[in-house]
């Protein structure tokens, strides 16, 4: 306990929210349409208002342990099967996180690789750097959140001549209406990655300034979706967004300055198999300190174990494009009612409680 500070659980926030959204925002914009931003605001302020609310009550009540707070809140047995439905949602993360980089990239870079090729490296490299602790991996998050970061400014550059606001228009043309309303849903859904940030609560020495610094990750975070999104529809267009699996991909290779700088593909798998790295590495830690609530410790060997069921889970849904997004939008409802509906009703009757 006591590991980290404030400043440093940004990276947390942005090391596990960003990456999703911008890999495969076509779940959003097949409601959205041309309003998928709008949408994506709309969800943008429940998701800061939701996480900021949380870190109140347990600030407040000084709790932070999940475990202690689930059962606390809902008695032993219904605690404990909430606890472990959200135990399970983590573990689906990690299947979501590698079949999407392992599938991105043979669509897109490397087509002669087979995706169950590229999930053994990822999957080794991200057990590797989990099993060194969190010290490390909290500096591999701040290093990896810079240079993504980085590669998305200069991708911001290098594409801004490609955009077109026509494809904007019109603006809410149908009104607030059901659509609008299932893509501010499926945009929180994304927010919801939020809540994979929450077992490491109890690793913040001090929480005085939690709030603060928490707000100012959300910012980053809320402000980079929005503006990638507006990047993609102004790209495309949303009709022919939805045509392709992973839009930002394909943004990039539209790039091309002075007939011979074309390096667009180069920033974007840095921002890819970096983010996605990241959010599994972190993810996987946090499956580690809540299986810990059941009294084993996390060792090499639960490192092992999970590591080869994510990649057994992982090599079937990698396999066709058309399964994994099928199975992206189960996810993001799953993401949705257990990392954030869920917590935030445990939460408000801790808080009553307390």
């Known amino acids: 306990m006591g590991k980290l500070n404030a400043k440093q659980f940004i990276f947390l926030i942005l090391g596990t929210s960003i990456v999703s959204f911008k890999t495969y925002p076509n779940i959003v914009i097949k409601y959205g349409k041309n309003d998928a931003w709008i949408a994506t605001i709309i969800a943008s302020i429940f998701a800061i208002i939701f996480f900021i609310y949380i870190l109140r009550i347990s600030i407040k009540t000084n709790k932070f342990n999940l475990y202690e707070i689930y059962t606390g809140s809902c008695g032993e047995v219904l605690g404990n099967i909430l606890y472990g439905l959200l135990t399970l949602t983590f573990f689906l993360t990690l299947v979501e996180s590698s079949s999407v980089e392992s599938n991105s990239m043979h669509q897109n870079m490397l087509l002669e690789t087979p995706p169950w090729y590229i999930l053994i490296f990822f999957i080794i490299?991200?057990?590797?750097?989990?099993?060194?602790?969190?010290?490390?991996?909290?500096?591999?998050?701040?290093?990896?959140?810079?240079?993504?970061?980085?590669?998305?400014?200069?991708?911001?550059?290098?594409?801004?001549?490609?955009?077109?606001?026509?494809?904007?228009?019109?603006?809410?043309?149908?009104?607030?209406?059901?659509?609008?309303?299932?893509?501010?849903?499926?945009?929180?859904?994304?927010?919801?990655?939020?809540?994979?940030?929450?077992p490491y609560l109890n690793e913040i020495k001090h929480k005085k300034n939690l709030i603060q610094a928490s707000l100012v990750g959300l910012i980053i975070t809320v402000q980079m979706e929005i503006y990638s999104i507006i990047g993609i529809i102004t790209t495309f267009g949303y009709k022919r967004a939805l045509t392709i699996y992973y839009p930002?991909?394909?943004?990039?290779?539209?790039?091309?300055?002075?007939?011979?700088?074309?390096?667009?593909?180069?920033?974007?798998?840095?921002?890819?198999?970096?983010?996605?790295?990241?959010?599994?590495?972190?993810?996987?830690?946090?499956?580690?300190?809540?299986?810990?609530?059941?009294?084993?410790?996390?060792?090499?060997?639960?490192?092992?174990?999970?590591?080869?069921?994510?990649?057994?889970?992982?090599?079937?849904?990698?396999?066709?494009?058309?399964?994994?997004?099928?199975?992206?939008?189960?996810?993001?409802?799953?993401?949705?009612?257990?990392?954030?509906?869920?917590?935030?009703?445990?939460f408000t009757i801790h808080g009553m409680k307390k």
């Open 125 to 198: 490299t991200a057990a590797y750097s989990v099993n060194k602790g969190l010290r490390p991996l909290v500096i591999i998050t701040i290093i990896g959140i810079f240079f993504v970061m980085l590669a998305g400014t200069n991708l911001g550059i290098l594409t801004a001549g490609y955009k077109k606001n026509k494809y904007l228009y019109p603006i809410l043309a149908n009104g607030f209406n059901k659509d609008l309303l299932i893509a501010s849903i499926k945009s929180l859904g994304f927010y919801a990655a939020l809540g994979l940030t929450l």
């Open 248 to 346: 930002k991909l394909l943004q990039t290779q539209m790039v091309s300055h002075f007939d011979f700088l074309e390096s667009g593909e180069l920033f974007v798998m840095l921002q890819i198999i970096g983010g996605w790295f990241l959010k599994y590495c972190l993810t996987f830690y946090g499956l580690l300190k809540l299986l810990e609530s059941y009294g084993k410790k996390s060792n090499l060997k639960a490192i092992i174990i999970i590591s080869i069921l994510v990649f057994i889970f992982s090599y079937f849904t990698s396999k066709n494009g058309f399964l994994l997004l099928s199975a992206l939008t189960y996810y993001n409802y799953i993401s949705l009612v257990n990392l954030l509906i869920i917590p935030l009703i445990v």
